[in-house]
């Protein structure tokens, strides 16, 4: 049985319409996976340099420090490898000791 043209192509962008709802779903259901690394890091991320903004002259300079100041305790790694590391409670620790009175 032969299929028109008009009907296959139809058949086709009924096929194509299917897999860009399939995809968009699939894509909705990725981004809100709250659980991904990424967003963890961000939020540890934003939770130290919320800490730090308070004596570093505002978000510019806390971010500034978070990617450039290399911390001598840890070795002298910034604080945004020790988050990456997954050690955000030493940058923490780091920062009450700061903020105590301590000295770097």
Request: aromatic fraction near 14%.
């Amino acid at each position: 049985m032969k299929i028109g043209r008009a009907k296959r192509q139809t058949f086709y962008t009924i096929l194509e319409a299917y897999q860009y709802i399939a995809d968009r779903r699939a894509q909705r259901f990725k981004s809100t996976q709250p659980a991904s690394k990424y967003y963890v890091e961000d939020q540890e991320m934003n939770r130290v340099i919320a800490r730090v903004s308070k004596f570093a002259g505002g978000v510019k300079g806390a971010r500034d420090w978070y990617t450039k100041y290399n911390i001598p305790e840890f070795g002298g790694v910034t604080a945004e490898f020790l988050v990456k590391q997954g050690r955000v409670n030493a940058v923490i620790k780091y920062l009450n000791h700061l903020e105590d009175g301590g000295y770097v």
